[in-house]
């Protein structure tokens, strides 16, 4: 009997969680697993929500207990086991039945697939799903790229399993094909960032200050209650307050110092490049995290070349010195989410997606891994200067960069003197520098490719290219 509204394929922790909020505020839902014996488990586990869960135990079935057109979602790995799945599914689905890739995909994939199923009658969503475990259960933050017309089959269900902030769903259909997965990548880069920042900034506290971690999670907490509220400052002043129950030391000291990380900021990192933008606070979070795996070679060049003694800085000049600490931070902020929105810029202009800016602001707020109340800002700006070319310069974020980037240059500046790494406070300054600088430095690097190549320059007030009175220089 066909009355499920949506499917779902795939019950990892994702998968299962997902399953449960939609079955719980949203529609019956159909659900398999390629392992049978999980399907089971999930649904003598479902409680009183069994009876809107339909455990299948065939692809077949799964679709027979699904409305047409029917919805299905994918939660399984990404790549060739998202592939794979398609494939399984295509010769049992119906005209306008929609598949959605919920996991983290690349969106070139996500493109690919939607290009290969148009004709078919077939229709493909590419939803980027934000919030980890708890927000799939409870409320994520969705972003949605395929068709109008398969959106609206889904709308509902979708909005009625989103975060909230203030009432609304953070959830919005963003544009065609790859564009949703596309701003999760994105958001995950602009993630990235946040986190590094952050672990600088207790680095600095640490090894410089040689603050404890529950003091350090005392000076986060109180960052928390101010401008810098956000859902990751919370979790960091409980990670750092937070005991281990085998030692009793605070649990960040007994952690390997060691970052993994799944692709996503690797991706937003590469995607920046190929479009022409710079978002050098993203690409220094990541390769933070490369040279963090490199463990045994760090170890051996701290015996090698040993570390410098904690920062000059007097009990009286402490907490002026920590104050600091917090309006670089933001100003670090800005800065990234800055290069963040101007990579999903230009994307929209590459891949005619028309991105709303504002909307996207809107639907991270909460759900998301990055939600803050920075991001109401962030929306507001964008409503109030639909054109600005970059975040940085409009009104609002404008004066909070004037106000805090002479703290963001003195922290990045203390802790280089005192060699403490700052690499991605330190690209967010150099990226505030090189932006807000009219007349740079690529004339001289245009010069040195026309002497050595021949590419050729463009000249101040005049059209076309021209090349320097190198001949005789090059023969010297």
């Given at each position: 009997?066909s009355?499920?509204?949506?499917g779902l394929i795939?019950?990892g ?6 399953a449960?909020?939609i079955?719980?505020?949203a529609?019956k839902i159909?659900v398999?697993n390629r392992?049978?014996?999980r399907t089971?488990?999930?649904?003598e ?6 009876e809107?869960i339909?455990a299948c ?7 027979a207990?699904i409305?047409?057109?029917?919805p299905i ?17 295509r ?5 306008k039945d929609i ?7 690349n969106?070139?994939?996500?493109r690919?697939?939607?290009d290969?199923?148009?004709?078919s009658?077939l229709?493909?969503i590419?939803?980027g799903?934000?919030?980890?475990e ?5 409320g994520p ?27 609304e769903?953070c959830v919005?259909h963003l ?9 999760k ?5 602009i993630e990235?960032?946040?986190?590094q920042?952050i ?11 040689n603050?404890d971690?529950a003091?350090i ?8 209650g ?5 859902y990751l400052i919370?979790i960091?002043?409980k990670?750092?307050?937070a005991d281990?129950g085998k030692?009793?030391r605070p649990?960040?000291?007994v952690i390997k ?6 692709g996503t900021?690797r991706?937003?990192a590469?995607?920046s490049?190929?479009l022409?933008?710079p ?5 220094a979070?990541?390769?933070?995290r490369a040279?963090s795996?490199?463990r045994?070679?760090r ?12 920062l000059?800085?007097s ?8 104050d600091?600490l ?12 800055a290069?963040g929105f ?12 028309t991105l709303?800016m504002?909307t996207i ?6 759900g998301?891994i990055i939600r ?6 962030i929306?507001?700006?964008?409503d ?7 975040l940085?310069?409009?009104p ?9 980037d002479?703290?963001l240059?003195?922290v990045?500046?203390i802790a280089?003197t005192?060699?403490l790494?700052?690499?991605a406070?330190?690209?967010?300054l150099?990226?505030f ?5 009219g007349?740079?430095?690529a004339?001289l690097?245009?010069?040195q490719?026309?002497?050595?190549g021949?590419h050729g320059?463009?000249?101040?007030g005049?059209?076309?290219a021209?090349?320097?009175p190198?001949?005789s220089?090059?023969?010297?």
């Amino acid at each position: 009997m066909s009355d499920a509204e949506i499917g779902l394929i795939g019950l990892g922790v994702m998968g299962r969680n997902l399953a449960l909020n939609i079955a719980e505020n949203a529609a019956k839902i159909a659900v398999f697993n390629r392992t049978s014996a999980r399907t089971d488990e999930f649904f003598e586990t479902a409680g009183d929500l069994q009876e809107r869960i339909v455990a299948c135990e065939s692809l077949e079935d799964l679709v027979a207990a699904i409305r047409p057109p029917r919805p299905i979602i994918i939660m399984v790995q990404a790549g060739e086991a998202v592939d794979a799945q398609i494939e399984a599914l295509r010769p049992l689905l119906g005209d306008k039945d929609i598949i959605i890739d919920a996991g983290n995909a690349n969106f070139h994939d996500t493109r690919r697939r939607s290009d290969a199923l148009d004709g078919s009658g077939l229709t493909f969503i590419g939803m980027g799903v934000s919030g980890g475990e708890e927000g799939a259960r409870h409320g994520p933050s969705m972003m949605v790229g395929g068709t109008p017309q398969s959106y609206d089959r889904i709308k509902s269900t979708v909005e009625a399993i989103a975060a909230r902030y203030e009432g609304e769903p953070c959830v919005a259909h963003l544009g065609s094909d790859g564009a949703g997965h596309f701003v999760k990548t994105i958001h995950n880069g602009i993630e990235y960032a946040d986190m590094q920042m952050i672990a600088e900034i207790y680095g600095i506290m640490r090894d410089g200050l040689n603050m404890d971690a529950a003091t350090i999670g005392d000076v986060f907490e109180r960052w928390n209650g101010g401008r810098l509220n956000s859902y990751l400052i919370e979790i960091t002043g409980k990670v750092l307050k937070a005991d281990d129950g085998k030692t009793g030391r605070p649990i960040v000291d007994v952690i390997k110092d060691s970052a993994g990380q799944k692709g996503t900021g690797r991706w937003s990192a590469i995607e920046s490049q190929m479009l022409g933008v710079p978002a050098t606070t993203i690409e220094a979070a990541v390769a933070a995290r490369a040279l963090s795996a490199l463990r045994g070679e760090r170890m051996a060049a701290e015996e090698a070349f040993g570390l410098p003694s904690a920062l000059p800085i007097s009990d009286a000049d402490r907490d002026r010195f920590i104050d600091q600490l917090e309006a670089a931070l933001m100003a670090g902020k800005i800065a990234a989410y800055a290069q963040g929105f101007a990579v999903m810029s230009a994307a929209s202009d590459e891949y005619g997606w028309t991105l709303p800016m504002p909307t996207i602001a809107r639907i991270w707020r909460a759900g998301c891994i990055i939600r803050s109340q920075f991001l109401d800002e962030i929306a507001s700006a964008f409503d109030d200067n639909p054109d600005a070319a970059n975040l940085m310069v409009t009104p609002k974020f404008a004066d909070l960069m004037r106000q805090s980037d002479r703290n963001l240059r003195a922290v990045v500046s203390i802790a280089t003197t005192a060699g403490l790494p700052v690499p991605a406070l330190g690209s967010a300054l150099a990226y505030f520098d090189g932006y807000r600088r009219g007349r740079g430095t690529a004339n001289l690097v245009q010069a040195q490719r026309d002497f050595f190549g021949a590419h050729g320059f463009e000249r101040l007030g005049e059209d076309g290219a021209h090349h320097g009175p190198w001949s005789s220089a090059a023969n010297d």
